[in-house]
């Protein structure tokens, strides 16, 4: 018996169980509120006493432990997957849930029975008796696989010639329990022939080989795992790609250098040290030789150099991997962590900050051996935060950094270098003062920076002077002599960037070049940076005339101005595309500059024009586009023009060639980007072509370009615009679609540019909608994004004309975009609560998979994963000012997050039961929960001490929330009443009546007069606050209403249902405006954006779904009466038969070219695919997808749970 039932696969075994387990306990959940029954073998059957007894059969083999070295055949050989389809099925079609239910309970109930007669079996000895026995007990459990193959493979069922049907009718329960009883007590009566022994050594070895196996592969799947870690190149502080920066000369930065040391090795010293200093003052140097002296220490544990215009560097997107993989070359252990971390979500280096630092720096730490890494502690080295791109990155980065704390494997540190700029000062305001260490350099170096220039300038002289000994103007020993140096000295004080900058200069020519230094130092006018790089730049022009200036400079601001102000630095080669130059107008112009530009030189000396070309430092940048010097330096920049030019450049590179649909040529519509490498599109969309795709909108808006009807910027955008959205998406940057777009419409001139606003709104819907399978396979662009788009949208209108090569046949789609505006995927389970962010830009979600989400409302990414819960979260809310988030949870706590960094801040414990509610009050310094226990409970937010315990419920509480004015709070519970109680007593003001079944929701207007509560008797009802009189009924759900919110403005009252719909009311007059319709199952949650403009739904279908509040239009499709089951074609292939009636397919016969006889191709729909060919040609929106399909050549038909039914024709 245990060969027979050997398991092949232990980890798709324990999954696969896990997975059902988790269906079965949200089956229960949803059963356990709602009054679900049905009649079976003539008695009335509870689902909510069936989904209890399956829940409890696999508590019962869940229990021993693994579920695999629970050494159970009979548990290990069931089609585990298979019953979670089922149960899966249960959770959405409510059709068959109750008959699904039941049968697996049954199904579960007789494996139980078979588990009792196998303990038995595996303790005989071999006989003709136990023969016997081991026959009837295969009968039994054949029976029983037999019973669940049926409904797993009517399930899986999702191709050619499929028909949708019942996956059990209830005559088929029946016939299963009786064959089993009759088996049953076939197996009793062998078993009683048979004398029992144990012996259970077999089992056991099989199990023990299948963890051996597992454990290998685990172990060899860790360097695959980490090569999925994205590095910023040049960012480590030895990087060959930085070549060999400078370090502190010896004898210079002695007292700092030894307070860093200090630092380093004092137990007792702050996590944090941070270095600022203004710009020039050589904070990288003391950097580099800090890291230098850390890692020859053995405690560097890694290190990373901003650097704005550099790619990678320029942006915190790469922080925490490359951090992650210095630390993971250093450490076996956190290898074998951060590779886990990769091996569950590959594309960690794509999310948000938080989730990176969680999942590659703390969680890693966190979970290995403290041994294993060094007792003298580990020091990370960050500098030049400042040079991050977005200033809401760097106080993210700095927050995140102060949670060094909660590690304790190693103590870990973090040296931290930038100039005096808002972002990082706010960043550290934000930290205890407990945690960061400062530093002024300015400060700490005022007394001795003199002597460290002259040390600097000295070391400089002497390699400028060995070099001339190569050449034939060799140097004098002395030169240039104390007066000089001490004249470059005091010029230089106290910016070591002058120092740095003059000696480069001066190492080219350096007689000549020291004569100008000494020249241009007797101007005492001229100091700073114009002192610094203006005796250079007039070297460019010194030679020649006055007309021949003009155009040197002409030159110089074309090629040095875009240089200086591009977002990612070029190769000579891309700028010669992009700015439409001579490549000898490139090296003539940057000769002179080697001492400001880092100009790439090849082999033989000659510029090296693939590689790019870069800033030394960033101070050049400034000194060219300071306006203040304007009128003083002939090479001054001005920005806005600078941007406006290259906008041009860019959108003229990208019509002349540089873009076209299937850019890639990979042919096939369905080729994930995944599968094409970066060579390979790199090859495509060359170093100038991606520059201008990902950037052309940020110049363009940085250019204060006019931006209007008919210009080039509309012109191009109504040729390339899905070729760009195409060439952004392989580039793997499908999200900045969204924020470009967004960018664009606030640069268009509103009296001038209507028709272009039209587009980008419309542009906008299409890439939120589709943003998804965008990124994912950017060709379905052309297919799904544009089949799916309403028929008379913009995008749809222009660019859908290329469908004709794809297909005969489209389904009916909407007319316009509905209210839909995004769909928020990636809970794992039901979402049971929502909230905007006071500020509108985040959507928080709670969900049965025990997590919190937050979501960007703008592009629908997912911001945060905030884990912690043990149990499914039932409400969620942000507090006022929008920097922390309320969780209330089955596990009985109400937690508070930090919303940028998903940090837990607060376990608020003290409910006896789960926690339906939470609320914070207006001023955030309360934080009201309801629970199953009857009671409400009023918290101190900054404590975590509970301040009330409201009591007078009769049941239990499902929604808390406070007045405007805080001084009171509203809740609904199953007792069937709303009361509003005193926030500051407790005590108990109104007991409003009224309601015929359980209120599951509750909501104050703005203005704190009228309370609206949503009950399961399908009814919103609105309330006097100050009297408890029933102001309104709000009749028209056909199900039990979830959730209830007000508009910012009072006017609209939002309802969601178990009937699948949000609805919109008057709140005045109480008529419904709009009725919302979309989601696949019950709504559980609604929220208004604080604009009012969008209302943001969850449901049970594992969406959350923003909709505009305005508009609401209803989808157009071929509708029936209601759900067809079972669809065919017609043998000619004109018809669609139903077992409710035909749908005319409106042609007179099948093309030849699709008739079956003739036709190679075949049409499979695969989950969310539709294969044709035998590869993924179509991808399918969620609300497209069937319940059943049917194909017959080149026509597919699906039919939805809605009743709406699509057709396809393919060429």
């Not at 798709?12 to 269906?23: K, L, M």
């Not at 000369?249 to 996590?271: A, F, V």
């Not at 003298?376 to 704390?405: N, Q």
């Not at 100009?599 to 101070?619: E, K, N, Q, V, Y």
Request: glycine share 6%; hydrophobic share 40%.
């Amino acid at each position: 018996m245990s060969t027979l039932l050997r398991p092949t696969n232990a980890v798709s075994i324990e999954a696969a169980f896990n997975e059902a387990h988790d269906r079965a306990e949200e089956l229960q959940q949803r059963c356990a509120i709602k009054r679900w029954n049905w009649k079976y073998k003539g008695r009335q059957v509870y689902l909510s006493d069936q989904v209890e007894k399956v829940v409890r059969f696999l508590d019962k083999f869940k229990a021993v432990g693994d579920v695999v070295a629970n050494v159970d055949p009979v548990h290990v050989g069931l089609p585990w997957a298979g019953m979670r389809a089922i149960l899966e099925v249960a959770l959405t079609d409510s059709s068959q849930r109750a008959v699904l239910v039941t049968g697996i309970e049954l199904a579960l109930y007789i494996g139980n029975r078979l588990k009792a007669y196998l303990d038995v079996f595996a303790s005989l000895s071999p006989s003709s008796a136990t023969d016997n026995f081991r026959k009837s007990l295969i009968d039994l459990y054949a029976h029983v696989l037999g019973f669940l193959a049926h409904a797993i493979r009517i399930q899986q069922k999702n191709s050619v010639a499929r028909v949708m049907q019942a996956l059990w009718e209830p005559g088929d329960l029946t016939q299963f329990e009786v064959k089993c009883d009759k088996l049953c007590v076939r197996a009793s009566e062998e078993a009683r022939i048979c004398d029992s022994r144990a012996g259970l050594e077999a089992n056991l070895r099989t199990i023990d080989e299948i963890h051996e196996v597992h454990g290998s592969v685990m172990r060899l799947k860790d360097k695959v795992d980490l090569g999925k870690l994205e590095t910023a190149e040049g960012a480590t502080y030895n990087s060959f790609a930085e070549g060999e920066m400078s370090r502190c000369l010896p004898d210079t930065r002695n007292d700092l250098l030894e307070q860093i040391d200090e630092w380093t090795t004092d137990r007792g010293s702050k996590r944090i040290f941070w270095l600022c200093g203004k710009a020039g003052t050589g904070k990288s140097t003391i950097s580099r030789t800090v890291a230098q002296k850390l890692d020859d220490n053995g405690v560097l544990g890694a290190s990373f150099f901003f650097k704005r215009g550099r790619a990678g560097r320029s942006h915190a997107r790469l922080l925490f991997p490359t951090i992650a993989r210095q630390l993971a070359d250093l450490f076996p252990d956190i290898a074998h962590a951060v590779a886990a971390s990769l091996d569950r979500n590959a594309l960690l280096c794509d999310k948000y900050l938080s989730i990176q630092f969680e999942h590659l720096l703390q969680q890693p730490f966190q979970s290995i051996d403290k041994r294993s890494l060094p007792s003298a502690g580990m020091v990370l080295v960050i500098d030049a935060l400042d040079e991050c791109d977005k200033s809401e990155s760097i106080r993210t980065t700095l927050l995140l950094l102060s949670r060094v704390e909660a590690i304790t494997s190693v103590r870990l540190r973090i040296f931290v270098t930038s100039r005096p700029e808002l972002p990082v000062e706010l960043g550290f305001k934000d930290m205890s003062g407990d945690l960061h260490h400062d530093v002024r350099l300015e400060e700490a170096q005022a007394i001795s920076i003199a002597h460290d220039i002259r040390v600097f300038y000295e070391h400089e002289f002497l390699e400028i002077r060995k070099s001339s000994l190569l050449r034939d103007d060799e140097l004098p020993a002395e030169w240039p002599g104390e007066l000089s140096t001490r004249t470059l000295v005091d010029r230089a004080v106290p910016l070591f960037i002058f120092a740095f900058t003059v000696s480069r200069y001066i190492s080219a020519n350096p007689q000549r070049n020291l004569a100008v230094m000494l020249q241009q130092s007797r101007d005492r006018s001229i100091t700073g940076l114009k002192g610094t790089y203006l005796p250079i730049l007039d070297q460019v022009v010194a030679s020649e005339g006055e007309d021949d200036q003009k155009d040197r400079i002409l030159d110089f601001k074309s090629i040095v101005g875009s240089i200086v102000l591009l977002y990612d630095p070029l190769s000579a080669s891309a700028l010669v595309r992009l700015l439409r130059v001579q490549p000898g107008d490139i090296g003539r112009v940057l000769r002179p500059l080697h001492s400001v530009l880092n100009i790439p030189r090849a082999a033989d000396g000659r510029m090296d024009r693939m590689t790019p070309i870069t800033l030394f430092h960033l101070s050049f940048r400034d000194f060219l586009i300071d306006s203040e010097l304007k009128s003083e330096n002939k090479f001054w920049i001005n920005a806005s023009e600078a941007h406006m030019a290259l906008g041009t450049h860019c959108v003229r590179l990208l019509e002349s060639g540089g873009l076209r649909e299937d850019v890639c040529e990979v042919v096939a519509p369905g080729t994930r980007r995944s599968e094409v490498t970066k060579s390979a599109v790199h090859t495509f969309l060359p170093e100038a072509i991606a520059y201008a795709c990902c950037y052309w909108v940020q110049h363009v808006v940085e250019g204060k370009v006019h931006v209007e009807d008919g210009g080039f910027v509309h012109q191009f955008l109504q040729k390339h615009l899905l070729h760009w959205m195409e060439a952004l998406s392989w580039l793997g940057k499908a999200s900045d679609v969204i924020h470009s777009l967004v960018a664009l419409q606030s640069a268009v001139d509103v009296n001038r540019g209507k028709q272009l606003l039209s587009m980008l709104e419309d542009a906008s819907r299409f890439a939120l909608r589709n943003r998804h399978i965008i990124d994912e396979a950017p060709l379905q662009i052309y297919m799904s994004a544009l089949l799916f788009a309403p028929s008379m949208s913009s995008m749809r209108r222009k660019f859908g004309d290329g469908l004709r090569r794809h297909f005969h046949i489209m389904p009916h789609v909407p007319e316009r975009w509905g209210a839909e505006r995004q769909k928020l995927e990636g809970h794992d389970s039901s979402v049971y609560a929502v909230a905007f962010s006071p500020d509108g830009k985040t959507v928080a979600s709670g969900s049965y998979d025990r997590t919190v989400r937050l979501w960007d409302a703008a592009t629908g990414e997912e911001r945060q994963k905030l884990e912690g819960h043990d149990g499914q979260v039932n409400a969620v809310a942000f507090s006022p000012d929008g920097k922390t988030v309320a969780s209330g949870s089955n596990d009985r706590t109400v937690r508070l997050w930090d919303a940028a960094t998903g940090e837990e801040r607060q376990k608020l414990e003290g409910h006896d039961y789960s926690v339906n509610a939470v609320a914070f009050s207006p001023d955030g310094k309360t934080v009201a929960s309801g629970s199953s226990n009857k009671t409400i409970r009023l918290w101190d937010a900054a404590t975590g001490e509970e301040r009330q315990k409201l009591e007078g419920h009769d049941d239990k509480v499902n929604a808390v929330t406070f007045s405007p004015d805080g001084k009171t709070v509203a809740s609904g519970s199953n007792d069937r009443t709303v009361r509003l109680w005193d926030a500051a007593t407790g005590v108990e003001r109104q007991k409003l009546k009224g309601h015929d079944y359980r209120v599951k929701a509750v909501a104050f207007s703005p203005d704190g007069k009228t309370v609206a509560s949503g009950s399961f008797d399908r009814t919103v009802r609105l309330w006097d606050a100050a009297t408890g009189v029933e102001r309104q009924k709000l009749e028209g759900h056909d199900d039990d209403v979830n959730a209830v919110a007000f508009s910012r403005d009072g006017k609209t009252v939002a309802s969601g249902s178990d009937d699948r719909t949000v609805r919109l009311w008057d709140a005045a007059t109480g008529v419904e405006r709009q009725k919302l319709e979309g989601h696949d199952d019950e709504v559980n949650a609604v929220a208004f954006s604080p604009d009012g403009k969008t209302v943001a739904s969850g449901s049970y279908d594992r969406t959350i779904r923003l909709w505009d509040a305005a508009t609401g239009e209803e989808r157009q499709k071929h509708q029936t009466s209601r759900t067809a089951d079972k669809i065919t074609f017609s043998n000619d292939g004109t018809r669609l038969e139903t077992e409710i009636g035909q749908i005319n397919l409106g042609i007179t016969s099948i093309p030849h070219e699709a008739s079956v006889t003739e036709s190679q191709t075949t049409i499979l729909l695969e989950s969310s695919w539709v294969k044709y060919g035998g590869a993924d040609f179509l991808w399918l929106p969620h609300e497209y997808r069937g319940t059943c399909s049917d194909a017959f050549g080149s026509f597919l038909v699906i039919g939805q749970a809605s009743g709406a039914v699509s057709i396809f024709s393919f060429r």
